[in-house]
């Protein structure tokens, strides 16, 4: 009985021992291969990381295997070694992985880069009855950049005075005033229309051939009012003095260079108005006292008249220009309004006189209040600024050993360090985290209140050579806003950390704070909430709260909301919201790059400052 069962049993055994030899210790094969990006939609210009993950026959994934990309139209959507595709024009293409013969493939849809805005060229036309007119327009992106391709289609508000073909070209109809707009993909510009009646002025010459503020010129052209009061004449939009007039010609004195607007030496508007009917013109203004400068080369300028109004002449030059207030009480307040033109030969034709206005309060000193009943958002915003700046200004003036408190936290971490483990980690950086990884970090609740803070779960999206990203997980839009950091990022690290070196080092303390060697970006609703001083809010902030310990043996060392390194703080679109925290997706591409330049600069003041113990 024992021997029949032995028997029974040994085939069994040997057909065991044969099902385990053969090639089962060979490489396990790659059986299918999934492929994921961040998104299935992309703008022409853009790029997109995707992520391959070849797989065994049970779904196990494989590491170390040699992937190599494709797409089906390179022309739509191209893709380079590392997965990373790139748009090219508007359409369907599909991005494929192969690994060991063994493929998988993702979607993605190129989108044109939207319009944002229309900018038609000639800001003030005017035909006679019966004439025509052409005008043009172009497009442009969040940024700025032209868009060619897209459809622009004209309408005029009052057909009865002048129309507007598809092409651009007015026709004058009747006497009077209209508007021509331009409209694409939602976006519209306008322009008022003059339709100025047959016997209207006209001009046919100036001279002289430049004109010179406090300068006689004469404009020689017909119908003009024989009498001095029955004209009106504008050079750059300021009245000028008639000093004779006649039918055909009027002679002026130019007005000074204290009420020109400043502009670049060349021609300027001008115009004669006679009994409602308005003709324009141009004429030579030199009024710009011409400026040289080196590369690297500085100049000082101090004086009201050197301030009033400058000229570079090199074209495509990059200058940068600081205002200081030289009072040497802080409570003075200083403004100042910085205007830039160039001369359309030389410059884009979207390139309009702009300026910037600063907040006319006190640099260092709170705002007083604000005797405005409702306030522009523009307003809120610079007003939440001028908040945000003065609490980190006076926590640096009641922390004047901050640099010492670092460095003594620092060193009290190594040592800590050392003894626990034995190795000294003295000068070894941080590695960054990885895209993914999820981390809590404070933020500050208050202005001026170091005792709280709000714990903010953020995740990282985005890890440049400079920058790191981390999006709040209860913004509105997260989990879908990934390749707008990473484009948002990838111009940080390729232009805009260049940018900020011109003012100093913004990791100059680096070593003394998170050591990572990067600033860091925090992108959270709690800043769009934020309501500061009297009626403030904010595109974001930062605060030299963050180069402090958070912990410390003295208190008085210590600030609690502190993340110890290089922060800013950002809003986020939220398009379903009400108030300060409505933010359009559009509105926020528009605004969160120059906030981002330039709150990282107080970044680099604040480094810069604590670092020399100022």
């Given at each position: ?11 069994m ?7 385990c030899?053969?090639?089962?210790g ?5 059986a ?7 998104a ?6 853009a ?12 779904g196990?994934?494989?590491?170390g ?13 191209s ?15 599909t991005?494929?992985?192969?690994s ?36 043009s ?23 009865a005075?002048?129309t507007?073909s598809?092409?651009?070209?007015v ?26 009646s ?7 010459a100036t ?22 009061s ?16 006649s039918?055909?010609?009027l ?17 300027v ?10 003709v ?15 590369i ?19 074209t495509?030059g ?5 205002a200081?207030n030289?009072a ?7 403004s ?13 034709a ?10 006319s ?7 007083g ?19 945000a ?12 050993n ?6 003594a ?22 590695p ?11 933020m500050m609740?208050?202005?001026?209140n ?15 050579p ?13 989990g ?8 948002i990022?990838?111009?940080?690290d390729?232009?805009?950390f ?8 913004p990791?100059v303390?680096d ?6 060697g ?9 800043v ?9 809010s904010?595109l974001?902030f930062v ?14 060392n210590?600030?609690?909301p ?10 986020v679109?939220?398009?379903s919201?009400?108030g ?16 981002m330049?330039?709150?990282f ?6 480094a810069e400052r ?5």
């Amino acid at each position: 009985m024992r021997g029949s069962r032995w028997k029974s049993v040994w085939p069994m055994a040997v057909g065991l021992l044969v099902a385990c030899g053969g090639d089962g210790g060979g490489p396990v094969k790659v059986a299918s291969v999934g492929v994921t990006g961040l998104a299935t939609q992309i703008e022409v210009g853009a790029t997109l990381q995707f992520t391959a993950s070849p797989r065994d026959g049970k779904g196990n994934a494989l590491v170390g295997r040699v992937v190599t990309w494709s797409s089906s139209a390179a022309d739509i959507a191209s893709v380079d070694n590392a997965g990373v595709v790139s748009g090219v024009s508007a359409g369907v293409a599909t991005i494929t992985a192969t690994s060991e013969g063994t493929s998988g493939t993702a979607g993605i849809t190129v989108v044109p880069v939207p319009v944002q805005s229309v900018f038609i060229d000639n800001r003030a036309p005017n035909v006679r009855q019966g004439g025509t007119a052409q005008l043009s327009a172009i497009t442009q992106d969040a940024i700025g950049r032209t868009l060619t391709g897209r459809t622009i289609t004209w309408s005029s508000a009052t057909p009865a005075i002048a129309t507007v073909s598809q092409q651009g070209l007015v026709t004058g109809l009747s006497a009077g005033a209209t508007y021509v707009r331009a409209s694409s993909e939602g976006k519209t510009d306008s322009v008022p229309m003059l339709v100025r009646s047959l016997n209207a002025p006209t001009i046919t010459a100036t001279g002289p051939a430049t004109w010179l503020p406090l300068g006689q010129a004469t404009i020689s052209g017909t119908n003009f009012a024989a009498d001095l009061s029955g004209n009106e004449v504008l050079v750059n939009g300021v009245r000028a003095t008639i000093t004779a007039a006649s039918s055909t010609s009027l002679d002026i004195l130019i007005p000074s260079v204290n009420l020109l607007p400043c502009s670049p030496t060349g021609p300027v508007p001008i115009s004669v108005s006679v009994s409602g009917d308005v003709v324009t013109s141009t004429a030579n203004l030199s009024l710009a006292t011409p400026r040289q400068l080196a590369i690297g080369q500085s100049m000082l300028l101090t004086s009201q008249a050197d301030l009033l109004c400058n000229e570079f002449s090199v074209t495509g030059g990059t200058y940068v220009v600081t205002a200081f207030n030289a009072a040497t009480a802080p409570t003075l307040a200083s403004s100042f309004q910085l205007v830039g033109a160039a001369l359309a030969s030389q410059a884009s034709a979207s390139l309009a006189p702009s300026a910037v206005l600063s907040l006319s309060a006190p640099s260092v000193a709170s705002v007083g209040p604000i005797a405005v009943p409702a306030l522009s958002r523009e307003n809120r915003l610079a007003i939440g600024l001028a908040a945000a700046l003065e609490a980190s200004n006076d926590f640096l003036r009641r922390h004047s050993n901050l640099r010492s408190a670092m460095a003594a936290r620092k060193a009290r971490d190594r040592a800590a360090f050392a003894r626990a483990s034995g190795v000294n980690a003295a000068v070894a950086q941080v590695p960054p985290p990885a895209v993914g990884d999820k981390f809590w970090r404070r933020m500050m609740k208050t202005f001026g209140n170091y005792n709280t803070f709000d714990s903010v779960r953020t995740r990282v999206v985005y890890v440049g050579p400079k920058l790191i990203i981390m999006e709040d997980s209860l913004s509105p839009l997260a989990g879908t806003m990934d390749a707008e950091y990473v484009a948002i990022g990838t111009e940080f690290d390729r232009d805009m950390f260049g940018y900020l070196s011109n003012f100093g080092d913004p990791l100059v303390l680096d070593a003394e704070t998170d050591n990572n060697g990067r600033v860091i970006a925090i992108f959270s609703k709690k800043v769009n909430d934020y309501t500061v001083g009297n009626g403030g809010s904010l595109l974001g902030f930062v605060t030299s709260c963050d180069f402090a310990p958070n912990t410390d043996p003295d208190p008085n060392n210590a600030c609690i909301p502190s993340n110890e390194g290089e922060y800013f703080y950002a809003f986020v679109p939220n398009p379903s919201g009400t108030g300060n925290s409505s933010w359009s997706l559009e509105d926020w591409r528009h605004y969160v790059r120059g906030t981002m330049l330039h709150e990282f600069k107080h970044v680099v003041m604040f480094a810069e400052r604590i670092s020399r113990d100022a």
